[in-house]
């Protein structure tokens, strides 16, 4: 770590420090510490360290090198080093992905999130024998690969003992500081704190050296311990050392310089050669010291040893703050550091990504050959699970590009890893890049499918739809089938999204017709799904009710199945994929994708009636695609909780998420999630009796004019509109809706619309015509939807009330009741209790379900266990540690009212109609 010095002042930054440890032996936690240079970071760590070890936790100091931000998984790799005889003990998938990120074994590509995985379950099991510290300093400087791991790994540190301390200088980006993780920003000293430092290390500075220091350090502590000297010189040679209108980081970089000037020639060279370093290795410094020149390297380091400038101890160069290397490195000329580059890369010959680094920053303008071996540099770091550090290499190697269309074709490739990380930022700025270069049709086609696959088109605008089929076209005309379906795929869903009109759909179609692909093509099935789920619907679920998914089938695969299914209405067959998507991409360790898969399946099962597995598809869909930057998707995480919300009787709940979903895709104009939320505000109302407000919310559904409006969504709440009209609505307008749905019913087999159906024509049939259609419609099998079978079971009881058949109508009336109370739906199961009173009939509110009160978490976590997993392999789908799996389900025994893991599968499916 860098120096420290006394820290006066910090009382209150300690305070919060020590209560974090303090936690530690019953459970872990996380904290970044910010601030600028010099403002007292590495102390603040420091101390930590100091009172962990007293306290008898086991530490693990690192610091990053600002050099080894290419390097990938090297800020991990000096963690976990000294336990990596640990990673046997991990799952197979865990234990090769971690060998790969560290170059021991030869698994291919393995997935960010699974090394992060591996690295919390390796942390856990070491801290099952005593509670452990992981303090990183310099954190802006992590490898990318490792800062990604570290705060996968930092936000799930709850019931393990483990604790994690980062310090960050501002003005720096990195992935820890995304994830919403508790911070302690460090402020500067305050006046008397500041004085009682600079009196403690310079007690006989002159008044009018004391006053200018005191003023220009403004409360930085580094700059009142090591800017005396530099003063103390300005006042010797008039005031010219310092100029006060320079930044405090650059004036301290500044006094480092100065003292690195008066070094010797030679010794400057090794201060060059090691700041131009990353790893900080002795033998390599000196050997490339003399590489340069240097006769006599050892020797030559020595006045930096003494001057106070480096420490050299086991083999290693440490320079003293970071400041002091980056002060040194910009005050060299651009021919020595070229230099210095130089002779490391002739060094480090059996290093080659290193040496392809050095060899890149040695170069002035264009050089193929050193592309080249930034490319293959690239392809290693793939290999080992690091995308972010691949990108930052072909960037590199774009700009050596002696070829505009090699150029092109390096910048769209790096866009396309950046798109597979999820960084729109850095997809945005690469393809920008890419503008000013003459492109092939097929190029702009490629461009435009990176560009234009964030979430799904929608952030590209309105003519994004259109640019994707003329480019699919384009990508057609020079054979590449592959890019012309994913932009097919990408145009259709832009129209979903959006609400496109039947011309724009159309013309998807027409594209998509004239592709030579296998016609069981899942992206095709997705695309004609999505594009026509009325014209097209039936055509697709019958080919899905012909294909064998096999036990290893891929998720890509199944996820575009259930898209297909779920847009064509069959969701039932829907969740069969997706489930099998969801636990594919797990195994995977995608957690990008998975965020989707859980959203889309937690609707799937909200039109199922299945809320125990909708409620922890939502929350945990939702959790990771905050973590994963993905607006549109949490936002429909959001409404499909206010769904479930509505359905628990929670209306102030179901109308915050609603609004949270709303206030998110409102500017953006995506509809399909706007439809969602109207269709939950509409099912909160009518639970609640506010038939009126209930009519208003899903009628918007159904108006082309309005931003809800949905080609097929409004067909899925055809059976809420037409309730709502009945019971205080427009019921000529809702039967207008009805009829229009009659009619795209009878051009596709969508099991859901059917069921809506059956449900609006008993709803809005005048009484001398209902009784039949009441029948019709429980004639059918409803045991997937048993929230619609108790609704018409509560229609049509309250509709024999009515005619004066009280006796008729109590036995619906009661199986309603007990259907709500199973499916914990409470304010539905309060109007079937008020019909049955109404008829005669006293009826008490069944207890709550025993699932109801768990939370969406310990609800997964029970659900999975009931299964007979073990708590590591559910760790393992829920990407969480064994132990915090254990604690959650210490707090499940007891509100269940059980004992042991056998029990769990009765008390969840106690009262419930859904399976666990």
Do not use: C
């Amino acid at each position: 770590m860098s120096p420290t010095f006394p820290l006066i002042g910090r009382e209150h930054e300690l305070r919060e420090v020590d209560e974090l440890l303090a936690r530690a032996g019953s459970g872990g936690g996380a904290l970044l510490i910010r601030g600028e240079p010099g403002i007292g970071k590495s102390s603040i760590l420091g101390e930590a360290v100091a009172r962990a070890l007293t306290a008898g936790m086991r530490v693990v100091p690192t610091t990053a090198v600002q050099s080894e931000v290419n390097l990938p998984f090297a800020g991990l790799h000096l963690v976990l080093q000294s336990w990596l005889e640990g990673i046997d003990r991990l799952a197979g998938p865990q234990r090769n992905a971690i060998r790969a990120a560290f170059g021991i074994s030869d698994e291919e590509g393995p997935d960010t999130y699974l090394i992060a995985l591996a690295t919390l379950n390796l942390l856990a099991d070491v801290a099952e024998s005593g509670p452990i510290l992981v303090v990183v300093d310099d954190a802006q400087w992590l490898d990318g690969a490792s800062a990604e791991v570290f705060a996968f790994v930092a936000r799930r540190l709850g019931a393990d003992p483990i604790t994690f301390l980062a310090a960050i200088r501002d003005g720096y980006a990195s992935p820890l500081l995304e994830g919403g993780l508790p911070e302690l920003r460090l402020r500067p000293l305050d006046d008397r704190s500041a004085e009682a430092l600079l009196d403690r290390h310079s007690a006989d500075l002159a008044a009018p050296v004391r006053s200018r220091l005191l003023s220009e350090s403004v409360g930085n502590p580094l700059a009142l311990v090591e800017l005396p000297n530099a003063l103390a010189t300005e006042e010797q040679v008039g005031g010219a050392a310092l100029p006060a209108v320079l930044p405090l980081t650059e004036r301290l970089e500044g006094a480092y310089a100065a003292r690195a000037s008066e070094m010797p020639g030679e010794t400057r060279r090794v201060l060059l050669i090691a700041a131009a370093d990353e790893a900080g290795v002795l033998g390599e410094i000196l050997a490339a010291a003399a590489a340069s020149g240097v006769a006599r390297p050892a020797d030559a380091l020595e006045p930096a040893i003494e001057g106070g400038l480096v420490d050299v101890d086991a083999g290693s160069v440490r320079f003293r703050h970071p400041l002091i290397r980056s002060g040194v490195y910009q005050a060299a000329t651009l021919v020595d550091r070229r230099l210095a580059h130089a002779v490391l890369a002739e060094t480090l010959k059996d290093a080659p990504d290193r040496r392809a680094w050095h060899l890149a920053a040695a170069v002035l303008g264009s050089d193929e050959s050193v592309a080249r071996e930034l490319d293959k540099a690239a392809a290693r770091a793939l290999d080992r699970g690091a995308p972010a550090v691949a990108v930052a290499a072909i960037e590199r190697a774009a700009r050596l590009s002696e070829d505009d269309s090699i150029r092109a074709t390096r910048l769209l490739q790096a866009a396309k890893i950046a798109f597979q990380l999820g960084r729109r930022d850095l997809v945005i700025r690469l393809v920008n890049e890419v503008e000013p270069i003459h492109l092939t049709r097929h190029e702009q086609a490629r461009r435009t499918w990176i560009t234009e696959a964030f979430d799904d088109g929608i952030s590209a605008g309105s003519a994004s739809g259109a640019r994707s089929l003329e480019s699919a076209l384009a990508a057609q005309e020079v054979g590449d089938i592959d890019l012309a379906i994913s932009l097919l795929v990408g145009a259709a869903l832009h129209g979903w999204w959006t609400d496109a009109d039947v011309e724009q759909r159309q013309e998807t179609l027409t594209v998509a017709d004239g592709l030579p692909v296998d016609p069981a093509d899942p992206r095709l099935l997705m695309t004609l799904a999505v594009a026509a789920p009325i014209d097209r619907g039936a055509l697709v679920l019958e080919s899905l009710s012909h294909l064998v998914r096999g036990a290893n089938s891929d998720p890509q695969r199944d996820r575009a199945l259930g898209v297909a299914a779920s847009a064509a209405g069959d969701f039932a067959l829907a969740s069969e994929y997706l489930e099998a998507a969801a636990a594919g991409l797990r195994g995977q360790g995608r957690l990008g994708q998975l965020s989707v898969t859980l959203v889309q399946l937690a609707w799937a099962e909200i039109h199922l009636g299945d809320w125990p597995a909708a409620t922890g598809a939502a929350e945990e869909g939702h959790r990771l695609a905050v973590e994963a930057a993905q607006p549109i998707w949490a936002a429909r995480a959001r409404a499909a909780q206010a769904m479930l919300a509505s359905m628990r009787g929670e209306e102030e709940g179901a109308e915050a998420l609603a609004a949270e979903a709303e206030r998110a895709v409102l500017a953006t104009g995506v509809s399909a999630v706007l439809a969602e939320v109207a269709h939950a505000r509409g099912l909160t109302a009518l639970g609640s009796g506010r038939t009126g407000d209930a009519y208003g919310h899903l009628r918007r559904m159904f108006d082309p004019a309005d931003p809800a409006h949905h080609y097929m969504k409004r067909y899925l709440a055809i059976g809420d509109l037409a309730e709502a009209a009945a019971r205080g609505g427009d019921r000529g307008e809702a039967r207008l809706a009805l009829e229009e749905a009659e009619l795209a019913a009878s051009r596709t087999s969508a099991p859901r619309l059917h069921v809506g159906l059956r449900y609006a024509r008993a709803a809005l049939a005048d009484d001398d015509v209902a009784e039949p259609l009441f029948h019709d419609a429980l004639a059918v099998d409803l045991t997937r939807w048993p929230f619609d079978r108790a609704r018409l079971l509560l229609l049509f009881g309250g509709w024999l009330r009515r005619q004066r058949r009280a006796s008729e109508s109590r036995s619906p009336l009661r199986n309603a009741a007990a259907a709500f109370d199973a499916l914990s739906i409470v304010s539905w199961g309060d109007r079937a209790r008020q019909e049955l009173r109404a008829s005669g009939e006293t009826s008490r509110r069944r207890s709550v379900a025993s699932w109801d009160q768990l939370s969406p978490q310990e609800l997964q976590i029970a659900r999975l266990a009931a299964k007979g997993l073990s708590n590591r392999e559910i760790g393992e789908k829920l990407y969480l540690s064994h132990r915090t799996v254990g604690s959650h389900l210490y707090r499940v025994f007891p509100k269940l009212g059980i004992t042991s893991r056998a029990q769990l599968e009765r008390a969840l499916t106690a009262g419930s109609l859904v399976p666990a």
